[in-house]
């Protein structure tokens, strides 16, 4: 209410009447300031996908606290089986560290290939 009779009271000449210049000029200002805050959400929303994709990092991380995990509980059934089993490991490490490569991969396209409007 106070920011209608504010700009009522810019758009008034001195007679009382609605100066349509005045009008025209409030109403270019009003779209580019919604216009702005549209973009600056919409950024917003860029930084929160990107850092919410780089959560895979944790979750590959885990992934490979699981194989290190499993290849020493079997080494220490079957010491007879370490050769093998350290190339599955090798295998399960290289798996979890490709997917973790695409958290930075989508963060960057999130933040620099997307463009905003």
Same mark, same amino acid.
């Given at each position: 209410?106070?920011?209608?009779?504010?700009?009522?009271?810019?758009?008034?000449?001195?007679?009382?009447?609605?100066?349509? %210049?005045?009008?025209? $000029?409030?109403?270019?200002?009003? $779209?580019?300031? +919604? +216009?702005?805050? @549209?973009? $600056?959400?919409?950024?917003?929303?860029?930084?929160?996908? *990107? #850092?919410?994709?780089?959560? %895979?990092? %944790?979750?590959? &991380?885990?992934?490979? #606290?699981?194989?290190?995990?499993?290849?020493?509980?079997?080494? *220490?059934?079957?010491?007879? =089986?370490?050769?093998?089993?350290?190339?599955?490991?090798? =295998?399960?490490? &290289? =798996?979890? +560290? &490709?997917? &973790?490569?695409?958290?930075?991969?989508?963060?960057? =396209?999130?933040?620099?290939?997307? @463009?905003?409007?």
């Amino acid at each position: 209410m106070l920011c209608m009779n504010i700009s009522m009271s810019k758009i008034k000449g001195t007679r009382g009447r609605i100066d349509e %210049a005045s009008v025209l $000029e409030e109403k270019i200002v009003m $779209e580019k300031r +919604e +216009e702005n805050s @549209q973009v $600056e959400m919409l950024e917003g929303a860029k930084s929160m996908g *990107a #850092g919410a994709a780089t959560i %895979a990092s %944790a979750g590959a &991380a885990i992934g490979i #606290g699981n194989v290190l995990s499993s290849s020493i509980h079997s080494v *220490a059934r079957n010491p007879s =089986l370490a050769k093998q089993l350290f190339g599955y490991a090798i =295998l399960g490490f &290289a =798996l979890t +560290e &490709a997917i &973790a490569s695409f958290a930075p991969m989508m963060a960057f =396209l999130i933040s620099f290939v997307f @463009q905003v409007l």
